[in-house]
């Protein structure tokens, strides 16, 4: 990732207005900021949240909150708590998310 043009800034992430998107249980509120082709996110899963498909996309995740666990299509699982993280490329690993007590993400895409 090269990150240009994108002038020094900071950023209220509750003054972001949020959108909601629902998964096949519960629902994910996103604070979105787009910097040309870098989406960054603050993003909070409703407790028993389940991701409504396979995601192929790449990101990194930070989770500031909370706890989830991330299935990838090939059987694998992984956790992760409150100050980890995980990275996964474009197209390296379809994968899903859910989590029962809820969990609040800070994601760059």
């Known amino acids: 990732m090269r ?27 996103w604070r979105t900021q787009q910097f040309g082709d870098i989406r960054v996110r603050r993003v909070d899963y409703s407790p028993g949240y389940l991701a ?4 192929s996309k790449g990101h990194i995740i930070f989770c500031i909150d909370g706890e989830m ?3 990838l299509k090939d059987g694998r699982s992984f956790t992760l ?3 980890q993280s995980y990275q996964v490329a474009d197209n390296d690993g379809e994968h899903r998310s859910h989590t029962e007590r809820g969990v609040r993400l800070f994601i760059v895409d």
């Open 3 to 29: 990150i240009a043009n994108i002038p020094f800034g900071t950023t209220d992430w509750d003054s972001i207005a949020p959108t909601t998107h629902p998964g096949d249980a519960g629902t994910a509120i």
């Open 52 to 55: 409504d498909h396979w995601c």
């Open 69 to 71: 666990t991330t299935d």
């Open 81 to 83: 708590a409150a100050g």
